[in-house]
T-cell receptor, first 114, second 110 residues
Framework: EAGVAQSPRYKIIEKRQSVAFWCNPI?????LYWYQQILGQGPKLLIQFQNNGVVDDSQLPKDRFSAERLKGVDSTLKIQPAKLEDSAVYLCASSSGQSNQPQHFGDGTRLSIL | QKEVEQDPGPLSVPEGAIVSLNCTYSNSAFQYFMWYRQYSRKGPELLMYTYSSGNKEDGRFTAQVDKSSKYISLFIRDSQPSDSATYLC??????????FGSGTRLQVQP
């Protein structure tokens, strides 16, 4: 079974620029999550999708972050404009959507803001 | 107060030692408890997954959950240098996102 695919693996941009990350979940997984992991901390949820609908985006900084999952499969997370404090690893995870099924993570995109 | 608290370490042990990693949580609604292992520059990898209280064993790994004291533990027997990584505990109420601890960095010395 192929895992969660993310790209790019690394990205370096200057502050106030925009950036986009892509995630392809495990085949058949209805639920997709984006997490932000700042160095030395655990991952923190940004947004959760169930198929192509948003379940929870309460911690997404909506003035600069946006995410979509238009066809209920792959997803894109965008930051515009980026701030220095956005330097982090952006992790995508997926699960089948059943309450007793765990989440599986991709290797993330490491974002550095100069 | 964070919902899931975890000692960041680092924890250094000799090869072959028994390792004990612990977390506490404050949300009584948490029903699912997980341990993830994260190597440098990689994503979290699921190690153990338990529902409610009790023990679960998988090879050298044992996970324990005590809901009465809101305490989560992971034990690693016969630790190996390849176990050197950051260990993240996580909890959830079910179909929602995980709440993670900050991770404990473990170093197993050969």
């Amino acid at each position: 079974e192929a895992g969660v695919a993310q790209s790019p693996r690394y990205k370096i941009i200057e502050k106030r620029q925009s950036v986009a990350f892509w995630c392809n979940p495990i085949s058949g997984h209805a639920t997709l999550y984006w997490y932000q992991q700042i160095l030395g901390q655990g991952p923190k949820l940004l947004i959760q999708f169930q198929n192509n609908g948003v379940v929870d985006d309460s911690q997404l900084p909506k003035d600069r972050f946006s995410a979509e999952r238009l066809k209920g499969v792959d997803s894109t997370l965008k930051i515009q404009p980026a701030k220095l404090e956005d330097s982090a690893v952006y992790l995508c995870a997926s699960s089948s959507g059943q309450s007793n099924q765990p989440q599986h993570f991709g290797d993330g995109t490491r974002l550095s803001i100069l | 107060q964070k919902e899931v608290e975890q000692d960041p370490g680092p924890l250094s042990v000799p090869e072959g030692a028994i390792v004990s990693l612990n977390c506490t949580y404050s949300n009584s609604a948490f029903q699912y408890f997980m341990w993830y292992r994260q190597y440098s520059r990689k994503g979290p990898e699921l190690l153990m997954y338990t529902y409610s209280s009790g023990n679960k064993e998988d090879g050298r790994f044992t996970a324990q959950v005590d809901k009465s004291s809101k305490y989560i533990s992971l034990f690693i027997r016969d630790s190996q240098p390849s176990d050197s990584a950051t260990y993240l505990c996580a909890s959830s109420t079910g179909r929602r996102a995980l709440t993670f601890g900050s991770g404990t960095r473990l170093q197993v010395q050969p």
